[in-house]
Nanobody, 125 residues
Framework: QVQVVESGGGLVQAGGSLRLSCTASGLTFDEYAMGWFRRAPGPEREWVSCITWSGNTTYYSDSVAGRFTISRDNAKNTLYLQMNSLKPEDTAMYYC??????????????????WGQGTQVTVSS
């Protein structure tokens, strides 16, 4: 059974940093591209970043580029999101997702096969 579990969320002041982790089990981690998404209060889920299976290529949304860094450790089956210079508008539930594709990585949530339950990030002003 596949499990995807996020951790590392919390409350931080504007300008601060957090590091999210996502551990996947029950799958061959290096067969999957990985992505981070977030949902602020409301129905829309926003793509944040993604990384190819090898970790060699990464992509970021315009809203987080230059502040967030995605990375992965395939030996530990773990994905990371280092978030710096946090802003109140970064407040959201953050989700990790796995896409069984060894090409590029996607910003479209429909392409992802497995999702975690999310970890809450709250940035106070």
């Amino acid at each position: 059974q596949v499990q995807v579990v996020e951790s590392g969320g919390g409350l931080v002041q504007a300008g601060g940093s957090l590091r999210l982790s996502c551990t996947a089990s029950g799958l061959t981690f290096d067969e999957y591209a990985m992505g981070w998404f977030r949902r602020a209060p409301g129905p829309e889920r926003e793509w944040v970043s993604c990384i190819t299976w090898s970790g060699n290529t990464t992509y970021y949304s315009d809203s987080v580029a230059g502040r967030f860094t995605i990375s992965r450790d395939n030996a530990k089956n773990t994905l990371y999101l280092q978030m710096n210079s946090l802003k109140p508008e970064d407040t959201a539930m953050y989700y990790c997702a796995a896409d069984r594709y060894r090409g590029s990585c996607s910003r479209w949530s429909s392409t992802y096969n497995y999702w975690g339950q999310g970890t809450q990030v709250t940035v106070s002003s």
